[in-house]
């Protein structure tokens, strides 16, 4: 059926070095992406988001790639930090004013 | 910085008591939503809300539950009567577009059925 999935359910990464997570959807039909992060206890919380009609998009320490012809997302983050250290999601919409479809998350520990 | 806020954090009720969680939206925002996560697992859509009515529901959402907003501020999930299996994390959210488009969440609540 269809979904929202991670390749890697979790990932250890020193601090400093960059971590890269990653997502398979499997709906071509998608035409935005999120990417959340959440800490224990807490919501989550926005970090990074795409739509389908780009391919690469940039914030703070953070790169969010978007390859549509093997439907994949990746988040990249850039000189890892302790205070990265959760559980991240990426999330999917769909056309049509669907709600958000979550991935089931990915545990980024950062080591110091 | 604005943000939804969610009360209780944490509410621990017995099977068949009906509970009523609560959230603030940001201020500016037309659609809301509510999420639920059951420990360790992945967040899963609820019910969309917008102009007063229910956008969209999942199945998860049956005749058990039901959402208002009673006021201009206030966006409210009641469960009827609680089953040991609604023991999970809700969390509301709420956008300012249509669709999904850069949804906000609130930090949860805990809900614990005994």
């Given at each position: 059926g269809e979904s929202v999935g991670l390749h890697l359910p979790t990932l250890s990464v020193q601090e400093g070095d960059n971590s890269i997570i990653n997502c398979a959807y499997s709906n071509?039909?998608?035409?935005?992406?999120?990417?959340?992060?959440?800490?224990?206890?807490?919501?989550?919380?926005?970090?990074?988001?795409?739509?389908?009609?780009?391919?690469?998009?940039?914030?703070?320490?953070?790169?969010v790639l978007l390859n549509k012809t093997v439907k994949h997302l990746s988040l990249q983050i850039a000189a890892t930090q302790p205070g990265d250290s959760?559980?991240?999601?990426?999330?999917?919409?769909?056309p049509g004013n669907t709600p958000l479809v979550f991935g089931k998350g990915t545990r980024l520990s950062v080591i110091a | 910085e604005p943000e939804v806020?969610?009360?209780?954090s944490h509410q621990v009720t017995q099977m068949g008591q009906e509970v009523i969680l609560r959230c603030v939206p940001i201020s500016n925002h037309l659609y809301f939503y509510w999420y639920r996560q059951i420990l360790g697992q992945k967040v899963e859509f609820l019910v969309s809300f917008y102009n007063n009515e229910i956008s969209e529901k999942s199945e998860i959402f049956d005749d058990q539950f039901s959402v208002e907003r009673p006021d201009g501020s206030n966006f409210?999930?009641?469960i009827r009567s609680t089953k040991l299996e609604d023991s999970a994390m809700y969390f509301c959210a709420s956008s300012d577009e249509a669709g999904a488009y850069e949804q906000y969440f609130g930090p949860g609540t805990r809900l614990t059925v005994t």
């Open positions: 071509s039909a998608s035409d935005y992406f999120i990417w959340y992060k959440q800490e224990s206890g807490k919501g989550p919380q926005f970090i990074i988001d795409i739509r389908s009609n780009m391919d690469k998009r940039q914030g703070q320490r953070v790169t959760a559980v991240y999601f990426c999330a999917e919409n769909r | 806020t969610q009360t209780p409210t999930l009641k």
